[in-house]
């Protein structure tokens, strides 16, 4: 009860801090299994029904550093919810009462298997609100998140494409070292945003996969901002230095982060097009 109480708090005092903000986020929970998946949720005024989101968070988390993750989240949820969309953010890390997993070594909720389910299971939620139009769910994520969604529509013979997969997926700056081993492919069309400088997740990785993935997959575009970084798309964030990271290009676990207004800006306008398709 304390977690739902405290990222409510954080994430709906954000929500509200903007002049032009959504209405702030409603707290719930979807039963999966033996977990109850808390998540936040987001909705356009009105009826709908209206496309809808599945918002995958990074390795830090739904409610960490409040006024870095819960801040982009609510910046991203503002954007879409004013173009229409519904938008639910699962908390893989929260609901399992693990805290940020960004210097984790050895993590016990997995961007391939754990979160892939956490997606669906959001997905399938969605698929049930009278307000939603079922054929038309996205997945986007961030870091791991993206990860996690690339995962999640990654072809297979275990699932098949039909009316209520995925729309479509857009995944901002993932590691894609593990998924270009795996020879991944979509099975919907997806939208790969990265920086040239991210030296937490390089770009050169994720274009060596969408490379590998052409012509076996469904449509796979990959944008790569010029000299931005990491998390390029958080609102007022001066590029600074992390360390003891995992799974960083650097073995030392630093790596760099922060707003490059020229992808930003390109992105708030791209990813909502792409989603609406």
């Not at 903000?21 to 029904?49: C, F, K, T």
């Not at 984790?104 to 909720?109: A, K, S």
């Not at 390089?202 to 998390?231: D, F, L, N, W």
Request: glycine letters at 8%; one cysteine or more; a positive charge.
């Amino acid at each position: 009860m304390a977690y739902r109480t405290l990222a409510f708090v954080f994430l709906a005092a954000l929500a509200c801090s903007e002049a032009a903000a959504s209405p702030a986020p409603e707290q719930i929970d979807i039963a999966d299994g033996n977990l109850v998946l808390h998540a936040m949720l987001y909705r356009p005024d009105g009826p709908g029904p209206f496309p809808a989101i599945v918002a995958l968070h990074n390795c830090g988390g739904l409610t960490q550093r409040p006024n870095t993750e819960a801040q982009l989240y609510s910046k991203w949820a503002d954007k879409l919810v004013a173009d229409g969309f519904v938008v639910v953010f699962p908390d893989s890390f929260g609901s399992r009462g693990l805290g940020s997993q960004c210097r984790e070594r050895h993590r016990t909720v997995h961007a391939w298997r754990e979160r892939v389910g956490d997606a669906n299971a959001a997905r399938l939620w969605l698929q049930k609100q009278s307000y939603v139009r079922g054929d038309h769910v996205s997945l986007l994520g961030w870091a791991n998140g993206a990860v996690a969604a690339l995962w999640a529509i990654r072809l297979n013979t275990a699932v098949q494409h039909d009316a209520g997969d995925f729309r479509s997926a857009v995944a901002f700056y993932p590691s894609c070292r593990r998924l270009l081993r795996s020879a991944w492919s979509a099975r919907v069309p997806s939208l790969i945003l990265v920086g040239s400088a991210d030296d937490w997740t390089p770009a050169s990785t994720c274009q060596q996969m969408v490379a590998g993935a052409r012509g076996r997959s469904a449509h796979v575009q990959i944008i790569i901002y010029p000299e931005a970084h990491h998390e390029f798309d958080r609102a007022n964030s001066p590029v600074r230095v992390r360390t003891g990271l995992v799974n960083t290009a650097d073995p030392s676990g630093r790596a760099h982060g922060g707003t490059d207004p020229a992808a930003r800006t390109d992105a708030f306008k791209r990813v909502p097009q792409w989603l609406a398709r």
